[in-house]
């Protein structure tokens, strides 16, 4: 069969784009090469309904093996007793959860997604706004932190039947410790979604949810540096609170019901070849590489918002306890979508993102989200992450000048030239 052109040369000029350019866009990460092999391997041609030694296929001997191994490593790396590596997102991992917990129609409380949260989380354009009913959770406006004496008002006031800790562009580390007593007091059970900093918790850096959120979902594709995709994980196994039982009359356990959910509940056969680049990510996550890989992670994110802070720009809760940071550019003159534009004409990426109580829609939202996690991988230092801030800082001052924008162009690929994806 022909190679077909027409695709690898876009590819390629992906990989070039990659290459070139600043990558800031906080959700993203550059994976090893040993977990690309993995994606593009042979095992995508296996069918695999069901679980490691319970499937509806034959010839699952291998897989069963791989999607083993990559349970008993992601459990050893956040100290779970349960994990479902098999969703196929952070959306399918989070949709899988809300099936296994409630009926549509039922109340879910959520982090605002104009505050940092998540589509997932509730909003009315998803499917989790659409099928249950949504009250929200949000940051304070004069401190940009969460106020948890409100969320329990909110949890006293609507008694949701869920409750969801975790954001997409929250900054400051979670207090799932509250977030478990606040549920507790309304009989909720806790969810977190932790796909941003998943990296960040599984080597201690941050607060860990395990010890206190019934369920935890994540994705394993931003800090986690693993393959786009999702998991569910749980500290410990429990009978399910809404009374569903086995044949025998014993409440089925939670496990079960989460296995259920995301097969046959809402997936069909599990992508083995990206559940063994999984295996790779954690298996590598577990080294003391890693560590020290989060560690710059964080040095990097702090030093970029000490040098935005410095140079005038507001960043909400005016700083960084993880990997990003969400600035509010309404002390700049250009919106999000302005600034979005002119940072991709100089080879920086970032992305657009609503900030607290914006005025703007979210096509065009007053701020942009910045992450440290992609850079790092790129192997830049905090000395560096300064010189990365400069250049930012000229185009958003520059936004409609092409000539400098050109310059800065230069000048990023001067400083990305000879860096692999992955150092
Ligand atoms: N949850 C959170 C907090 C996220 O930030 C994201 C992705 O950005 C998701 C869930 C969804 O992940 P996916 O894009 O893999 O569906």
Redesign the pocket.
């Known amino acids: 069969m022909q190679r077909d052109e027409q695709i690898f040369e876009l590819i390629q000029a992906e990989k070039e784009r990659q290459l070139h350019g600043i990558e800031l866009i906080a ?1 993203e990460n550059f994976v090893s090469p040993q977990v690309m092999e993995a994606a593009g391997s042979v095992l995508t041609n296996k069918y695999a309904e069901g679980y490691p030694g319970k499937r509806y296929y034959g010839g699952c001997e291998v897989v069963d093996e791989v999607e083993q191994i990559a349970i008993d490593r992601a459990k050893a790396l956040f100290g779970a007793a349960y994990v479902n590596v098999q969703p196929h ?6 949709t899988a959860v809300y099936h296994a917990c409630l009926n549509p129609g039922d109340k879910i409380l959520g982090f605002d997604l104009s505050h940092g ?5 509730g909003s009315p354009v998803n499917f989790s706004g659409k099928l249950y009913n949504p009250v929200f959770y949000g940051v304070e406006e004069e401190t940009g932190v969460l106020n948890y004496d409100k969320i329990q008002e909110i949890a006293t006031k609507e008694q949701p039947k869920l409750i969801i800790a ?3 562009a929250y900054s400051r580390d979670i207090d799932f410790k509250r977030f478990r007593v606040i549920a507790d007091s309304v009989g909720a059970i806790l969810m977190a ?1 932790i ?2 900093p998943a990296g960040l918790i599984a080597k201690g850096i941050l607060n860990d949810p395990l010890p206190h959120c019934h369920i935890v ?1 994540t ?1 394993t ?2 800090t986690l540096r693993g393959p ?3 998991m569910i994980m749980m500290g410990e196994d429990f009978e399910n609170p809404f009374g569903i039982k086995l044949k025998n009359g014993n409440l089925r356990k939670m496990s079960s019901l989460l296995d259920s959910a995301v097969f046959p509940g809402n997936q069909g056969g599990p992508l083995e070849h990206i559940i063994a680049a999984k295996a790779i990510a954690f298996g590598e996550a577990l080294t003391d590489e890693f560590l020290a890989y989060q560690l710059q992670v964080k040095k990097n994110a702090s030093a970029m918002a000490n040098a935005l802070v410095s140079k005038g720009y507001k960043i909400i809760s005016n700083g960084t306890d993880n990997h990003c940071m969400l600035i509010d550019l309404r002390n700049k003159n250009l919106s999000g979508k302005d600034a979005e534009q002119a940072l991709v004409k100089a080879d920086i990426t970032v992305n657009k993102n609503m900030v607290p109580f914006d005025d703007k829609s979210p096509f065009v939202t007053s701020g942009i989200r910045l992450g440290a996690a992609a850079i790092t991988t790129r192997g830049l230092n905090e000395t560096e992450i300064i010189a990365v801030v400069e250049l930012v800082d000229e185009v958003i001052n520059n936004f409609e000048d092409e000539a400098v924008l050109a310059n800065v162009k230069n000048k990023v690929n001067a400083l990305m030239q000879n860096r692999p994806l992955f150092v």
């Open positions: 959700s997102s952070g959306s399918q991992a989070n949260g998540h589509l997932t989380h975790g954001a997409s979604d796909s941003h979902t994705t594709h931003k786009r995709g999702g």
